[in-house]
Each structure stands twice: as C-alpha cells, then as structure tokens.
C-alpha cells in the first residue's frame, strides 16, 4: 500500500532563505507526483506537476525535483518571503494496485518570518 | 474563469438528515474527485471518477455516494450522516492523460458538522 511522508511537519525559516521539503513514498510505481499549497481554511492550489518520466519542474521561484527510484521528492523554494507561509501537500498518482488514487502526504507547515 | 465550485461552503445539519453536497467544473475535466480532510490524518480520498457513469471508491468511500450524470457534475450524498463525518470536504478535477489523472484543480471547501 502506498505511503507518502513528508518531513519536516513544521518549518520555521527567516525571510530571504532558501529552503527544500521533502516528500517520501514506499511505491515507485506512480504516474506522476503533484505539490500544493494550502492557506488555512482554504483550498489547494496546484503548484507543480511532475510527471513519473521528468526529473524535475520549475517555476519562478519553486523547483520540484523526482527521483522514483529512491521515492522522493524535493521542493525548493529560493529567497523565501513571508507570503510563502502556508501548507504544503505533496500527492502521487499510482499505477500499481490502486491506480488513479490521488495518496496525500502529510504536509509540511511553512513559517517564514518577516 | 477556470474553476470548481463547491455548495453549500459551510453546512450543519443533524444525524440521520440527508444531505448533498454539489460540486461542478467548467473545464471540461474527465476526472473528479471527493476528498475529506481532518487533522491528523491528512487528505483522504472518498470517490472518484474517470468519466460520466463512471466511479470508483478511494480510500475511505464508507457512508457516502456519488454520481456522475453529467462530464461537469460530481454531487457527493451523505445518505444518513454521523457525527463521525464532520470534516473539511474538497472537490477536484482534472484531465485524463493516457489512462490517469493529471494536474489537480480543487475547489475552496465545503465544512460540515453533523451535530
């Protein structure tokens, strides 16, 4: 059955670092990996999509990287701002057992202080 | 604008009383979803479906039913809701790429408490 973790739970950064999260699963067999943000009381927002054949995404100031065959994922945020506080999920799609399942990590809270 | 909507946002009904939550999309997405989110155990995934007339159960699809009529349309039923279902519910579409789901858009919420 598949797991994703995500580490650390919490996160307390000074503006102006650049920071990585981490997201692990058991289960290689995916179709693609997604990052989100969450703000509290609201809904995801989609920050990067990586598919299982891409190494890795970019935008602006967010880098996703894979790396199947060790089941992880890293999101890199560069030059952290107090805007980027927030929750961040990371979800894979498999396609082993239960395919087309969306399995969520356990998100990691993000604090950047001004 | 592109987006999935979800009503009511907030709901409190009583035990047994059943209820309906509406979610619809305007991107001719072929994936939809039903998620409930509750603290400490993350996102889980309810219902879904790859197409119209077409679902399948998620992780935790006990007390609750779905239909897809329509490619837009994906309701979420709670036929006798407990206390146990109080939670944060999301909606989300997506393409179907190849044979799976793609980048997920989700809807803003719908809370609910079953008194």
């Known amino acids: 059955k598949q797991e994703v973790t995500q580490i650390p739970a919490a996160l307390s950064v000074p503006e102006g670092e650049n920071l990585v999260l981490n997201c692990s699963f058991t289960?290689?067999?995916?179709?693609?990996l997604q990052w989100f943000r969450q703000d509290p009381g609201k809904g995801l927002t989609s920050l990067l999509l990586?598919?299982?054949?891409?190494r890795e995404q970019t935008s602006g100031r967010l880098n996703a990287s894979l790396d199947k065959s060790s089941g992880r994922s890293t999101l890199y945020i560069a030059a952290s701002q107090p805007g980027d506080s927030a929750t961040y999920l990371c979800?894979?799609?498999?396609?082993?057992?239960?395919?087309?399942?969306?399995?969520f990590g356990t998100g990691t809270l993000l604090a950047v202080q001004p | 604008e592109a987006q999935v909507t979800q009503n009511p946002r907030y709901l409190i009904t009583v035990t047994g009383k059943k209820l309906t939550v509406t979610c619809s999309q305007n991107?001719?997405?072929?994936?939809m979803s039903w998620y409930r989110q509750d603290p400490g155990l993350g996102l889980r995934q309810i219902y879904y479906?790859?197409?119209?007339?077409?679902?399948d159960k998620g992780d935790v699809p006990e007390g609750y039913k779905v239909s897809r009529k329509e490619k837009r349309n994906f309701p979420l039923i709670l036929e006798s809701p407990s206390p146990n279902q109080t939670s944060l519910y999301f909606c989300?579409?997506?393409?179907?790429?190849?044979?799976?789901?793609?980048?997920?858009?989700f809807g803003p919420g719908t809370r609910l408490t079953v008194l």
């Open positions: 479906s790859m197409n119209v007339e077409v679902t």
């Open positions: 289960d290689s067999a995916i179709y693609n």
């Open positions: 990586i598919q299982s054949s891409q």
């Open positions: 989300a579409s997506s393409l179907i790429i190849g044979t799976h789901p793609n980048e997920q858009f």
């Open positions: 979800a894979v799609v498999n396609y082993g057992g239960a395919t087309n399942k969306l399995i």
């Open positions: 991107m001719n997405h072929e994936y």
